[in-house]
C-alpha cells in the first residue's frame, strides 16, 4: 500500500479489506503496478459507487483497458490447461483453466445435461446431489462427442481387468440385494493382489471394487440380469501369461489380419483364385451372423468379389481343411466339351505325360 498512497488514504473509507485483496491480485507484475499506481483515483470512485461484484466487473474491464497489445487474451488462450490425475482409491481429481469464453460455453452445455439428468432421476426416484449430477453430465457429454455416429467409440473408453471369479460374485451379491435375499455379513471381497482369479483393476493396475466395474460395464440392467455384450475374455495361466483371447468386435484386429495372410501366403482362400494381394480382406470361415466368432481359428484372407460372393452363407469348411485340387499339367488346357485341347493323335502305346 506503500506504493499507491491514494489507495493508502481511501483504505478504510471508500476502500475496504475485499476490495484491496482483489487489488493486491491486479498487481501482479511490474508492467500492472505502474498503470494501477495512475488509475488509482479509479479505483476508489469505482468502489465507491457499485456493489463488491460491480468492482470485480470494472477490474476486468480495467484490464481490457490497459491491455492495447492483446496480451490478455493471448494469455488466457496460451494458459489454457487441463490434467486429471489420481487421487485416493484411484479416484480422478480434474484440475485445469480456460478462457471465459470456452468456461462460459463448457457451463452452459453441463448446466443443460445436468438438468436432462435431474429430470430423469425424478422420474426414476433416484437421489443424486447437483454437483453429483454435474459431474456425470460431464461425462456424458464426453462420451456423446467422442462416439460416432453409430454409436460406437474408436478405441475403449476405460478397460476393466476383472476374473471370472470376482465378476460372478457381484453380479450374485448385486442381484441378491436387487431381490432382498439375505446376505452373509461377514463375506469379504474376493479380490487378491497377488492371485489372478482375484483381479479387478483398470488397465493401468488402479484397484477398484467390483461394484463400480459392473455397474461401469453396464453389466447389470433394472432386474439384475447379466449383459455380457461388452466382455472379452482372456484365459491367463497362474503366472498371468496369456493362453487366450477372445474377440466380440465385428472386425478382425490387425495381428489376427496379418497372421491369417502369413498362413496362406498372401492368397486369397478360394481354391484356384489368382487375385492380387491388394483385393485381400480378412473373413469369417463361419459368418458372425450365424454365430461364427472374431477369433484367429475362424479367419480367413478372400479377395473381395470372393468374399462378397461367399456372403453369410454358415457351415463353410474352413480353408485349412479343405484338400487341395489336383495339380495340372500346364501344357494342357480343358476345353468346354471336356476334351484336351491341343492334344494330337499318337501311336497306340504312346500319351501325353502328365504330373
Known amino acids: 500500500m506503500r506504493d499507491f498512497p491514494i489507495l493508502e488514504a481511501a483504505h478504510g473509507h471508500e476502500l475496504t479489506d475485499p476490495h484491496i485483496d482483489h487489488l493486491r491480485k491486479l498487481d501482479s507484475n511490474y508492467e500492472n503496478s505502474i498503470k494501477l499506481r495512475d488509475d488509482q483515483q479509479f479505483f476508489i470512485d469505482t468502489a465507491a459507487s457499485c456493489s463488491f461484484a460491480g468492482f470485480v466487473v470494472a477490474c476486468e474491464y480495467w484490464f481490457v483497458m490497459v491491455d492495447p497489445d492483446g496480451n490478455e487474451p493471448k494469455d488466457q488462450l496460451e494458459s489454457s490447461t487441463f490434467r ?5 482409491g484411484g479416484r480422478g481429481e480434474l484440475k485445469g483453466q480456460c478462457d471465459a469464453v470456452t468456461a462460459q460455453a463448457i457451463t452452459t452445455a453441463v448446466d443443460h445435461e445436468a438438468e436432462k439428468l435431474r429430470h430423469q432421476d425424478k422420474q426414476a426416484g433416484c ?3 447437483e454437483s453429483q449430477r454435474r459431474m456425470a453430465a460431464l461425462a456424458t457429454l464426453v462420451k456423446r462427442g467422442f462416439a460416432r455416429q453409430d454409436g460406437t467409440y474408436p478405441v475403449p473408453l476405460a478397460n476393466i481387468v476383472m476374473s471370472q471369479q470376482v465378476l460372478d460374485w457381484a453380479l450374485t451379491t448385486l442381484n441378491d440385494d436387487a431381490t432382498g435375499a439375505p446376505t452373509d455379513p461377514i463375506d469379504t471381497v474376493p479380490v487378491h493382489p497377488h492371485d489372478v482369479d482375484g483381479r479387478c483393476e483398470l488397465i493401468d493396475g488402479t484397484p477398484i471394487h467390483p461394484f463400480l466395474a459392473v455397474h461401469a460395464l453396464g ?29 466380440n468386435a465385428r472386425i478382425f484386429p490387425q495381428w489376427i489380419r496379418t497372421t491369417a495372410i502369413i498362413e496362406t501366403r498372401g492368397q486369397c482362400a478360394t481354391h484356384g483364385c489368382d487375385a492380387p494381394h491388394g483385393w485381400l480382406q480378412t473373413d469369417h470361415i463361419q459368418p458372425s451372423a450365424h454365430g461364427g466368432q472374431t477369433r484367429h481359428d475362424n479367419a480367413q484372407p478372400q479377395c473381395r468379389p470372393d468374399n462378397q460372393a461367399k456372403g453369410a452363407t454358415p457351415n463353410q469348411i474352413p480353408w485349412r481343411h479343405r484338400t487341395p485340387p489336383k495339380r495340372r499339367n500346364p501344357r494342357r488346357s480343358q476345353s468346354s466339351n471336356g476334351t484336351n485341347d491341343g492334344e494330337t493323335d499318337k501311336p497306340d502305346g504312346l500319351s501325353n505325360s502328365c504330373d
Open 84 to 88: 486429471v490425475s489420481k487421487g485416493r
Open 219 to 247: 453389466l447389470v440392467d433394472r432386474n439384475g440380469t447379466a449383459n455380457p455384450i461388452n466382455i472379452r475374455r482372456y484365459v491367463l495361466d497362474a503366472n498371468s501369461r496369456a493362453l487366450d483371447v477372445s474377440v
Open 127 to 129: 437421489e443424486r446431489t
